[in-house]
C-alpha cells in the first residue's frame, strides 16, 4: 500500500466528528479543517491549515448545515469521508473574527512595507493612520496559541489594516539566538533557535545544535553573533 492510501486509510479509521459547538468563531476569514472538527480528526495528521471554505465579503456571519460542512471537509480531505456530521443544531453558525478588545478605538494602521505571506506583524512594519472607511485587508490570520497575528498572504504596503492591537518587534520562530547563563563564575552559551514566536511571556521553547528542545527564559536569549 502507498504512502497516500495508507495516510489515508488511517484518517478514515479515526472517529472524526464535526465540533459540537453551534457557533464557531474563525481566527480569519478562511474557514480551516480544524475550526470544525474533532481532535480525533487531526491526530497525528498535518491537515488542521488546509482551507474548506471563505466568508463571503462583509458577511460577520454565515450559517452552514452540517452536512453541508461535513461535505466540504469530505472533498478537501478524502480521507475524512467517514466523518460524522455529529449532534446539535442542524446549522453551524460561522462567525468572523472580532477587532483585537485591547486595540485603541480611535487609532488605525497602515502597513508602511511589504509583509511576507507568514510574517507575523508588529508595530514597526505599520503606521497610525485615522480610522476610516477604507476597505480593510483580509489577509490576515490571528494564531491564538502564541497571541501573534500574520499575513495570510502578501500584503502590500500601503495595505490598510483597521484597528488592532500591534505588539513591538519580537523573536518569531526560526530566528537563532544566543542562550547565556551564569552558572557560578562559569558563563555557559548556546546557540538555539525559537521553536514558537515570543511576543510575551516569561519563557519560549527552544532547540540547541544537537536537537535538545527545552524552555529558556526570553531575557536569556540574546541576539545571535554570527557564526
Known sequence: MGPLLLFLGQLS??????GAADSVTLDSRDVRVGDVVTPDCLAGHNVAELTI???PDHAEQISVSRDGLAALVRRRV??????????GDEHIMLVAPQPSPNAD?????????????GAALTREMAAP????????DQSMRYQRLHGVLRAAADIPQGSYLGRLALPEAYPDAGEERQFTVAIGPVRVQRRVELMQPAPAGAAAF???ETGEVFAAPLDLLLP???P
Open 53 to 55: 471554505a471563505s466568508l
Open 206 to 208: 527552544v532547540r540547541d
Open 129 to 136: 493612520t485615522p480610522c476610516g472607511d477604507a476597505p480593510i
Open 13 to 18: 479509521a479515526a472517529a472524526c466528528a464535526l
Open 105 to 117: 478605538p480611535t487609532i488605525c494602521f497602515l502597513l508602511t512595507e511589504t509583509a511576507s505571506a
Open 224 to 226: 545571535s553573533d554570527p
Open 78 to 87: 478524502p480521507g475524512l469521508s467517514n466523518i460524522d456530521p455529529g449532534e
